[in-house]
């Protein structure tokens, strides 16, 4: 069965700094990867999605995320946060199950951002 | 338009109580889901219904039993909860079902059980 494993459970970050959240899967056959962003009160939003081609996956607001297939790794980036990016982040995996799609969502990472 | 929708936002039920939640796309989809969201937890797949049939049932509790009246609907009928079935109930859409497909998700029912 595939699994997902976020690193971090809690980021703080300021204004104008540097993100990046570690995903690791377990899966052995061909994977999907997304990153989807639950904004406090909102429902979860696609960020960003990996199928196949360019390993490295521009997203919505200024994130990316870089496939590296050798480390079952689909970390996510972004060069300057704002504090309007405070959400929870997750990271999931869709591999087949009795032929359906199924998503596995990794525990999620806080992402707080202070002005 | 990627938007699914649910109703209601918010329901409070006591164990005897029956409800029914209720979840809508218009985006042409044949593949719903429904996932349980306790709080600081990540999303849990409970059902998969591809074509208006039962695909995948997580080994879900049968007080829990979803139903999908058409391709654009899903309802989720609830009976005799117990109060750690309190969380966000989440619903999803994809285009058919199988692999290599993006999920949309609603806003979700808050489901407080007493």
């Known amino acids: 069965a595939q699994s997902v494993s976020q690193h971090n459970h809690h980021v703080i970050l300021s204004e104008a700094a540097s993100l990046e959240l570690g995903c690791n899967y377990s899966?052995?056959?061909?994977?999907?990867l997304f990153w989807y962003v639950q904004y406090p009160g909102q429902h979860l939003q696609l960020l960003l999605k990996?199928?196949?081609?360019?390993?490295l996956v521009k997203g919505i607001k200024g994130f990316e995320a870089e496939f590296i297939k050798s480390k079952f790794s689909f970390n996510l980036r972004k060069p300057s946060v704002q504090w309007s990016d405070t959400a929870e982040y997750f990271c999931?995996?869709?591999?087949?199950?009795?032929?359906?799609?199924?998503?596995?969502f990794g525990k999620g990472t806080m992402l707080l951002v202070s002005p | 338009d990627t938007e699914v929708t649910q109703t209601p936002k918010h329901l409070v039920m006591g164990m005897t109580n029956k409800k029914s939640l209720k979840c809508e796309q218009h985006?042409?989809?044949?593949?719903m889901y429904w996932y349980k969201q306790k709080a600081k937890k990540p999303p849990e797949l409970m059902f998969v219904?591809?074509?208006?049939?039962?695909?995948i049932n997580e080994s879900v509790p049968s007080r829990f039993s979803p139903e999908c009246p058409n391709s654009s609907l899903l309802n989720l009928h609830l009976h005799a909860l117990q109060p750690e079935d309190s969380a966000l109930y989440l619903c999803?859409?994809?285009?058919?079902?199988?692999?290599?497909?993006?999920?949309?998700f609603g806003p979700g029912t808050r489901l407080l059980v007493l």
């Open positions: 999803a859409s994809s285009q058919s079902g199988r692999q290599r497909e993006t999920q949309y």
């Open positions: 899966y052995g056959g061909t994977v999907n």
């Open positions: 990996y199928f196949s081609g360019d390993p």
């Open positions: 999931a995996v869709n591999a087949p199950r009795l032929g359906y799609s199924t998503l596995t």
């Open positions: 985006m042409g989809h044949r593949a």
């Open positions: 219904y591809s074509y208006e049939k039962l695909s």
